[in-house]
């Protein structure tokens, strides 16, 4: 379980962020609500790993929040990469209801 625990401090900040920049609203009954390309770019994701083929053109990036959104996701794969390594690789990781 505590591994877990690290698992979600390491992304906090990086999910912390995609919500400030938007990427989805919580209502007062505590609904989570998409914006709806964010909720595009996750069926996208979701249609390559299902072994589908996606075409994607970034037109901007929107200026400094890309390189902090960049970062803390970089930063936020790197703990996670560390901490799956030191449980033994992604076999040691429990799912996050476990």
């Known amino acids: 379980m505590g591994e877990n625990n690290e698992m979600l401090a390491a992304v906090q900040p990086w999910l912390a962020a995609l919500y400030e920049s938007g990427a989805a609203t919580l209502s007062p009954t505590g609904a989570v609500n998409m914006n709806p390309e964010v909720r595009n ?10 072994g589908g083929e996606v075409k994607l053109e970034v037109v901007d990036t929107g200026g400094a929040a890309y ?15 560390k901490l799956a390594a030191e449980l033994g690789g992604a076999d040691g990781i429990a799912p996050m209801g476990a």
């Open 41 to 50: 770019l996750f069926s996208a994701i979701h249609a390559v790993l299902a």
């Open 67 to 81: 390189a902090t959104l960049e970062s803390h996701m970089d930063r936020a794969i790197g703990q996670v990469g």
